[in-house]
């Protein structure tokens, strides 16, 4: 027997006891005639005792070989301590050790194992078995497997059926290139692995399993933005015979569930908000609602005026910065400099000061008068003390800076509170999305979703205008789920994937089966996916999945700690069917 208990458990009513405890040694301290240890495990930290007085010499000499990480096996009696230490469930006590085994030694970790530790990220990742000995990480991954646990415990109780799904396929269009895998026995053809189980969970829709859910791998090989992992994991779900509204209840009652279970807090109804509706008031479909700051378009209160600046933008947006009439010329000089910045890219910022005598100080005063910044300031429901800042130009490109600013300000004040949580539906995506470079329209969800009722027709004439049955879970400005009603009949699927732009060679090719699957009574159905890192994350009020994973990839998609990707040796290759030598540009 390894252990009688765990190094977390012991307390005052153990004394006297004899226990057996095995573990890491955290540290020790060896004061000659006395040498204390704390012996980890993942439950805790127990101190061990050895003194001269009490512990025999050749133990004692033992215990002074002892180091860090060293894993060991005591014997020994639990005594009460005389300077107890508040800070540890077990710090009433300590054991007086009687018998030492070393279990295994340890070289000198290369950085220190505490949760404050000394070692860089790329260094924890190359050692991340280590990193994992840490609290920060190891609690993380119990509280990950806290919340998949509450996941399975939720949708089991609502009949969901789990159902795994192959991971060698073909091409899953969610809009990512696809990582592909050669086939041995199929010489010159290639697998992909799932950018999501789309197409099987409709399959098995079609196959009327009713209620599906996976907690799955998915992998998409794109350029790693911030806190993305080429491989990531979804809660993957799936129903028959709902429409939008069953889909949007159950969800939202399992997310609720979750916030409940997981972080004790109770949300009632989430709110729902149009996507048309979250782009104006946020410039953004994930809108973080922990705070206000919400848009006033200023197209109608600016435009008569002969400043040129707005006269010729699409849009002219502001915001009011609460408390923000404080900042000195050089802290909004630097706050100009800020949307400047090529990750923002704005071309500059008006601003107005809102005065406490009511009165207005803009950086336009020569255009605009004291009733105009008013308006202003009514618009974007600016109080005394605040500042109104205002952007202009293209929509689209506009929304987005200020979506920026608004968040970089919300960071500043304070005001992006982890545990503080809002989400709510945004609903009525649009159904395709047009790609400025190619010129082309693709889907902004994906090629299944079903369009409006009624909006079909749309398709031809105005196809930027057709919403779609999509919906996407947001919480603190983070989408954390989405999905849509599909289509399920293959006149529909056709005509999308036509305006997709699919030959219909190519769409037999690619989704033949899906289009064959649904002439054999496919039913009305639809799902959607949670990122579980992400939210996992989140719940865990932290900003980077990484924290989350056990084995992450860095972010050129590697993983240092195995080495991977590698290159393959001349056999494999062969065997196949692969030659690398690519011709040169
Ligand atoms: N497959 C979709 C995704 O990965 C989710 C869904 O539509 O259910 O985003």
Known sequence: MYRSHDCGELRLSHINTEV????WVQKSRDKGFIIWVDLRDRYGVTQLIFDEERTSKAIIEQAQKLGREFVIQVKGTVIERESKNKNIPTGDVEVLVKELTILNEAKLPPFTIEDKTDGGEELRMKYRYLDIRRNPVKNNLIFRSKVTQEVRNFLSNQDFIEVETPYLIKSTPEGARDF????RMNEGEF???????????QLLMVGGM???FQIVKCFRDEDLRADRQPEFTQIDCEMAFVDQEDILNIFENLTRHLLKEVNGVEIEKFPRMLYDDAMRLYGND?????????FGELNAITQHKEFKVFNDAELVVGIAIPGGNSYTRKEIDKLIDWVKRPQVGALGMIYSRCNDDG???SSVDKFYDQDDLAKWAEVTGAKAGDLVVVLSGDTNKVRAQLSALRMEIAERLGLRDSKVFAPLWVIDFPLLELDEETGHYHAMHHPFTSPKPGQIELLDSKPGEVKANAYDLVLNGNEIGGGSIRIHDKETQAIMLKHL???EEEAKAQFGFLMDAFEYGAPPHGGLAFGLDRLVSILGGQETIRDFIAFPKNNSGRDVMIDAPAKLDNAQLKELSLQLDLPKE
């Not at 592909?180 to 086939?183: A, E, L, M, R």
């Not at 692995?193 to 197409?199: A, D, H, K, N, V």
């Not at 994930?286 to 919400?294: S, V």
């Open 501 to 503: 732009g699919f030959s």
């Open 359 to 361: 009165s207005f100080k």
């Open 210 to 212: 009713d209620k599906y």
């Open 20 to 23: 057996t405890l095995s573990g």
């Open 180 to 183: 592909v895998v050669p086939s």
């Open 286 to 294: 994930k809108p973080d609602i922990r705070f206000g700051m919400e």
């Open 191 to 201: 697998y992909a692995l799932p950018q999501s189980p789309q197409t099987f969970k």
